[in-house]
Nanobody, 123 residues
Framework: QGQPVESGGGSEQAGGSLTLSCAPA????MAWFRQSPGKEREAVAA???????AYARPVWGRFITSRDSGKRTLRLKMNSLEPEDTATYYC?????????????????????WGQGTQVTVAS
């Protein structure tokens, strides 16, 4: 399985929506993280091997992550975008079923990373 590759970033107005994709998505567990200039990488959302999900507090109720049944693509649907969501978004992945029973927002859990895709939200 190749390294994950993100796509779907772009510019949007506050209140709008964007959907990011990450493929391949056949890893046991995967997650989204983001990083803004001058800030540390922060967790956004995670999905476990069985499909359970977890979200960071800043995106509760606005972002949804999902993986298709064939585990080909991981998606992050971002609604009600805010200027604070502006960042480079990264897809993290791990291939270890024993360690992927629950979704994790800990970046140390993941050992394969994409190159990132930029999201810019204008106020």
């Amino acid at each position: 399985q190749g390294q994950p590759v993100e796509s779907g970033g772009g510019s949007e107005q506050a209140g709008g929506s964007l959907t990011l994709s990450c493929a391949p998505a056949g890893y046991d567990c995967m997650a989204w993280f983001r990083q803004s200039p001058g800030k540390e990488r922060e967790a956004v959302a995670a999905i476990a091997a069985g499909g359970a999900t977890a979200y960071a507090r800043p995106v509760w109720g606005r972002f949804i992550t999902s993986r298709d049944s064939g585990k080909r693509t991981l998606r992050l649907k971002m609604n009600s975008l805010e200027p604070e969501d502006t960042a480079t978004y990264y897809c993290g992945a791990r291939r270890d079923a024993k360690e992927c029973l629950i979704p994790s927002l800990d970046a140390l859990r993941y050992d394969a990373w994409g190159q990132g895709t930029q999201v810019t939200v204008a106020s």
